[in-house]
C-alpha cells in the first residue's frame, strides 16, 4: 500500500512538474476554471434575487450545497483525467501497455494526469463555502466538523467512482457514451441544490440509484441543524456519506470485472 502510494507521488510529481513547464498556461487555466465556475454561481445569486427563496432554502444554505460540492469535485477533477481517455486508449492498443505494467490500472490512470488547474474551481467552491457559514447560524461541534469532513472525502471518492464507470463502459462501446455526462457533469450540477426540490422520481433514481444525495443533500441537513422534509432521520443523516465510500468501492469492482472481458485492439 505505501509502495503504491509513493508510486503516485511520483506520477503526481512529475505531472505537476510538467505544468510548472508553461507557468502563463496553468495561471490561465487556473482563472478560466475560477471564472467559469464564478458565472455559476452569478446565475444562483441572479435566482434568488428574482425569487429571493428556493422552496423555503435560503441564498445561503444553497450557497453551502454549491460550495461543498463544488470543493469535494474539485478533488475528483483533478485525479480522474485518465478515465475520460480510456476510449482513446483501447482504440489505439495504448491501453495494453499498462496491463503490461505491475502495478494497477486504476493507480495509472488515476496518475497519468494531475490537472492543477483545477485549484481554480476548488478556490471558487472553498470561497463560497466559508461565504455561507459567514450567514448560517451552523453549531461547529467536533461532530459537525467531522462530518463536514467526512462529506468532502466520501464525495470525492463517489464522484471518482463515476468516472471509474465511464471509464469502463469504454470496454464495451469504445466511445464514452454522452449519457453518462448526464450523470456525472448534470448530476453534480443537480446536487448543488437541495434534494428536496425535485420530484419523487428524481430524488429516489440520485438516492437508491446513483447515491449522490448521500455524500451531498442529506450530511448537509445534519450540519446545518435543518429538518428533513423528506423525513429522514438524524442517524441516517451523519451515515449517508459513507454510501459514497460503498459506491466507490463497489465501482473498483465492476472496473475489474470490465478487465476480465476487455479484448485487446489487435494493434
Given at each position: ?22 507557468r ?15 458565472v455559476?454561481?452569478?446565475g ?9 427563496s428556493?422552496?423555503q432554502?435560503s ?11 463544488n ?6 477533477d ?10 482513446d486508449?483501447?482504440?489505439?492498443g495504448?491501453f ?7 502495478r ?11 490537472t492543477?488547474k483545477?485549484?481554480?474551481?476548488f ?6 463555502l466559508?461565504w ?11 461532530w ?6 467526512v462529506?468532502?472525502?466520501c ?5 471518482l467512482?463515476?468516472?471509474i ?8 462501446t ?43 443533500y ?32 463497489l ?15 489487435g494493434s
Amino acid at each position: 500500500m505505501m509502495n503504491a502510494f509513493a508510486l503516485y507521488i511520483n506520477y503526481a510529481t512529475l505531472s505537476l512538474r510538467g505544468q510548472m513547464q508553461y507557468r502563463v498556461s496553468f495561471i490561465l487555466g487556473t482563472l478560466g476554471q475560477l471564472l467559469g465556475t464564478g458565472v455559476e454561481f452569478v446565475g444562483i445569486l441572479a435566482l434568488f434575487d428574482r425569487f429571493e427563496s428556493l422552496s423555503q432554502w435560503s441564498l445561503a444554505e444553497v450557497a453551502f450545497f454549491y460550495g461543498l460540492v463544488n470543493v469535494a469535485f474539485a478533488f475528483t477533477d483533478s485525479l480522474s483525467r485518465g478515465f475520460d481517455h480510456v476510449g482513446d486508449l483501447v482504440r489505439t492498443g495504448e491501453f495494453d501497455r499498462m496491463l503490461l505494467r505491475p502495478r494497477s490500472t486504476v493507480l495509472q490512470l488515476i496518475g497519468k494526469e494531475f490537472t492543477l488547474k483545477r485549484l481554480g474551481r476548488f478556490l471558487q467552491g472553498g470561497g463560497v463555502l466559508i461565504w455561507s457559514t459567514l450567514y448560517l447560524d451552523i453549531a461547529w461541534s467536533p461532530w459537525v466538523m467531522a462530518l463536514t469532513a467526512v462529506t468532502v472525502f466520501c464525495g470525492a471518492c463517489f464522484f471518482l467512482g463515476l468516472f471509474i464507470n465511464i471509464g469502463t463502459l469504454s470496454f464495451w462501446t469504445t466511445e464514452t457514451l454522452e449519457l453518462m455526462n448526464v450523470l456525472t457533469y448534470g448530476g453534480i450540477e443537480a446536487s448543488k441544490y437541495p434534494l428536496a426540490i425535485y420530484r419523487p422520481w428524481f430524488r429516489r433514481f440520485f438516492t437508491m440509484v446513483i447515491p449522490m444525495g448521500c455524500v451531498t443533500y442529506f450530511p448537509v441537513l445534519a450540519i446545518l441543524g435543518r429538518t428533513d422534509p423528506l423525513g429522514t432521520s438524524l442517524a441516517f443523516q451523519y451515515a449517508a456519506p459513507l454510501f459514497g465510500l460503498l459506491y466507490f468501492i463497489l465501482s473498483l469492482l465492476i472496473w475489474r470485472l470490465g478487465l476480465r472481458y476487455y479484448r485487446s485492439t489487435g494493434s
